[in-house]
């Protein structure tokens, strides 16, 4: 028997409401608002309160897939990067950088995010940048 | 206070009266619940008090619930204020919990706190600790009737439409264990829209803590927009009171109305 309430930020929006996982014998089963939080004081978003659910969601990829045909096929990191490192090149020669947008997430950290957007302006060369939390 | 309910609490696994027990922890500065498997744990151990008492309480009755319908065979402790145990013993009357699995630790709210809740009872029966404290008979209540009709309308219709539709009113309720709620029920409530509809939404909620809300006030404290919703089950509570003479969570062997079937009808 393991119960443990694990403290942990909100994976949603950039407020950082800090959230307790409430975890049973390995499996995450509830999200409680944290009342230590000075984000959130004990409250939360609709979303905030089903942050759990998607961690055990079905829909979830949780390995790199290639779509083929309207399908999707499981694939290699090494293919998935090759194919769409070489689709954004051509698509970028044939109809410039501006072409392309480049959409972040708030559910990634900081460095990440950084790193997209200097993919998007150094590599690419479009300011085409936004991200999900543009609600 | 506290250093005695750790003791209790020690003695209860030593005498093999409990394999677990639920209660509050502070790590890192953090109050949350925890479950103490192992009495050298229990450092840390809280009782839910941080900038003022039981500004950290957390709805351990339900947490328990889960628990209990994994682990039925186990038998745990708990720590409770008043509003814990009322809690619990509705949950005892509803089958969710089985009561001889369940060893309530109880400890008085503090005066400050009692009447900031306005809590008739801010002690439990099951005090291994402290005095029972006097109860607070409500005045919020009072205020908003004073108001009149109109007065009434518009105060509830302005608080209703702040609501963002978090559910957290629910998902913190201790007695809140239906498997189908109404308020999820796309028919009824449909997704998508903010404020849900004005007063149904709150209403159905109101109409459903009718014998069940205990008055902890916990759903207040998770409202992201202010909605005075203990004041509002409070009122729900006295009509229960004057018509059926039963205030959920505070005698363990009267039976809940609503939970009463009633005379076989004749055939």
Sequence with gaps: ?135 | MKETIIEKVKDLFEDSRIEAFLGLKEENGQIGPYLFTDPKDLEGFSLGDKEWPGDKRYPLSKILIALAQKYPENRFGILVRGCDERALNELFKWNQLNEEHVVMVGFPCPQELAEACECPKPYPESLVVGEKVKGIKSKKVEVILNMGMEGRLKYWTERFSRCIKCYGCRNVCPVCFCNECELANDDLIPSGEIPPENPIFHLVRAAHMAGRCIDCGLCEEACPVGIPLRTLYKKVADIVDSEFGYRPGYQKDQKSPFNILGERPED
């Design chain 1, 1 to 135: 028997m393991q119960l443990k309430h694990v403290l942990t930020i909100c994976p949603y929006c950039g407020c950082g409401c800090g959230i307790y996982l409430e975890v049973l014998d390995g499996e995450i089963i509830r999200t409680i608002p944290s009342k230590t939080s000075p984000v959130n004081q004990g409250r939360l978003c609709i979303k905030g309160w089903s942050a759990h659910e998607f961690v055990v969601s079905p829909k979830r990829l949780k390995r790199p897939y290639l779509r083929k045909q309207e399908k999707l096929h499981e694939a290699s990191w090494d293919e998935v990067l090759d194919f769409t490192a070489s689709r954004l090149r051509e698509i970028r020669e044939k109809h410039g950088p501006d072409s392309i947008a480049f959409l972040a997430s708030a559910k990634c950290t900081n460095e990440e995010n950084y790193l997209l957007q200097k993919l998007a302006r150094a590599a690419i060369g479009t300011n085409n940048i936004d991200h999900c939390a543009r609600l």
